[in-house]
């Protein structure tokens, strides 16, 4: 009997490999494929010996390893997307509270300006042209741009643990 099997093997696994292209192009994954095949159908193998369907259900056998496979390879990947994503989280966790301590810093040294210079700085943070904060200031816009310039430098000075 083991003749047999071995024959039937040998027979049949030419036309498995033909049929595992249709799960991979990998040369040594149609040969896994193939040989998974062979071993989980042993134990009903002599059974199927003579059968008419006996490449069919060995096809069975072979995209249903396949298909175990794809699924456990899945969730192995979604598992190391989502252990990712929480490092990514405490890290981003981590960049906020930075953040905050970064913005907290900033704020305080713009409260050391005076009221004139700490809203003609806020206005250009926030946007606004020179001519508009020269406008809005009554100021020459030559001298907005001069100060703006010179308050940059003092908050620079201040806050130069900053930058790299």
């Known amino acids: 009997m083991k003749t047999q099997i071995e024959h039937v093997i040998l027979e049949n696994s030419p036309v498995l490999k033909r049929l595992a292209n249709n799960f991979t192009k990998d040369p040594s994954e149609k040969d896994d494929l193939v040989q998974e095949t062979f071993i989980r ?26 298909l175990n496979r794809y699924r456990r390879d899945n969730i192995h990947r979604i598992a190391e997307k989502e252990i990712s994503y929480t490092q990514n989280m ?13 913005v907290n810093d900033i704020h305080n040294s ?9 809203k003609i700085f806020s206005m250009y943070l926030e946007g606004f042209k020179y001519h508009e ?30 930058t790299p």
């Open 41 to 66: 159908s042993l134990k009903s193998l002599e059974k199927f010996i003579n059968h008419p369907k006996l490449v069919s259900w060995l096809y069975v056998i072979m995209k249903n390893i396949y």
């Open 90 to 102: 405490s890290s981003s966790t981590k960049n906020q509270a930075e953040s905050k301590f970064v």
């Open 133 to 162: 904060i020269a406008s809005y200031m009554a100021i020459k816009e030559g001298t907005i741009k001069t100060r703006i310039h010179s308050i940059r430098k003092v908050l620079k000075k201040k806050l130069g643990v900053y």
């Open 110 to 118: 713009m409260k050391t300006l005076s009221d004139e210079n700490y």
